[in-house]
Structures are given as C-alpha cells and as structure tokens.
Nanobody
Framework: QVQLVESGGGLVQPGGSLRLSCAVSGSIFSIVNMASWAWYRQTPGKQRERVASIGGGGTANYADSVRGRFTISRDNAKTVFLQMNSLRPEDTAVYYC?????????????WGKGTLVTVSA
C-alpha cells in the first residue's frame, strides 16, 4: 500500500509562484519500483488533466499549457514537488499527486486527495 498526501495549495495572485508537495509513504518495495510520478489537476465540470510527469530516469513531461512555467521534481521518491511560476487564473484547480507502478497495463495506480490552488487578484 502507498499513500500520497498533497500540501502547499492556497491563494496566490496572478504572476505569483507556489510550490506543491506530495508526501509519499507506505510499502518501500512499491515506492522504489514506481515507473512514474505525476501531477494532475481538475476544475468542476472538466475532466482531470495531467499537468506534469516524471519517469524513473528523471525525464519530465509537461502539458502545453504549463510548459516553461511549471517544474516537477522528486526527492528520492519520498516527496514529489510541483514548482509553479507565472501563475494564471486558468491554473486554478484542485491538484492531485499520482504514482504508477512498473507493471505495464496491469500497474497499480495511486492518487492523493488533492490540494486546492486558487489564482486570483
């Protein structure tokens, strides 16, 4: 079992910055064998979208809407971060931490409960 707990959300002005953290705990075997880590976001009435992901080799991928502004990183799989700069009102959403195991199509997937980010003047 793996648990993901997000933190760092809040209210920030347009153009500001915010750093989200995802604390990881649970099975050490499962954690060290995760194939990828990611951040998703969701606004009421819209589908959940992947914002950023990072693989075991450290390669990061970003949605076009956040590329150049957001950065995903991890600290030895204990914490996954999302640094958000130049924030815009459209970035307002609940942000979720995600982890996927190494079993391919049968891989385990884990989700946090989310943290709210509000970008407003």
């Amino acid at each position: 079992q793996v648990q993901l707990v997000e933190s760092g959300g809040g209210l920030v002005q347009p153009g500001g910055s915010l750093r989200l953290s995802c604390a990881v705990s649970g099975s050490i075997f499962s954690i060290v064998n995760m194939a990828s880590w990611a951040w998703y976001r969701q606004t009421p009435g819209k589908q959940r979208e992947r914002v950023a992901s990072i693989g075991g080799g450290g390669t990061a991928n970003y949605a076009d809407s956040v590329r150049g502004r957001f950065t995903i990183s991890r600290d030895n799989a204990k914490t996954v971060f999302l640094q958000m700069n130049s924030l815009r009102p459209e970035d307002t959403a609940v942000y979720y931490c995600n982890a996927r195991g190494s079993g391919g199509a049968d891989a385990m997937v884990y989700w946090g409960k989310g943290t709210l980010v509000t970008v407003s003047a």
